[in-house]
């Protein structure tokens, strides 16, 4: 059996086109997934690119989004 990963590593593009798709704004979908305004436009910008778990699935859920479109794919070797 596999640990979970320490962090998730996010798609700041993907973050923000779903968010703009569903026309939310930084301010409330920050506040809905419990965290900072300027946290998540470091998100989006790709300034910063690892979240912790609970953090990002509270984003997920805010987004309404699933792993596959906000996660960056990684290639099984």
């Known amino acids: 059996m596999s640990n979970p990963p ?3 590593q996010v798609n700041g593009a993907a973050i923000r086109a779903t968010r ?3 026309g939310l704004g930084i301010r409330e979908t ?3 997934a419990g965290i900072s305004r300027s946290y998540l436009q ?3 910008t790709g300034i910063r690119e690892q979240m912790r778990p609970p953090t990002y699935a509270a984003l997920r859920t805010a987004l309404r989004a699933t ?3 906000l996660l960056v794919a990684h290639e099984e070797t």
């Open 30 to 32: 920050a506040e809905a």
């Open 6 to 8: 320490a962090t998730c």
């Open 20 to 22: 703009k798709r569903q």
């Open 42 to 44: 470091r998100l989006e």
């Open 67 to 69: 792993d596959a479109e």
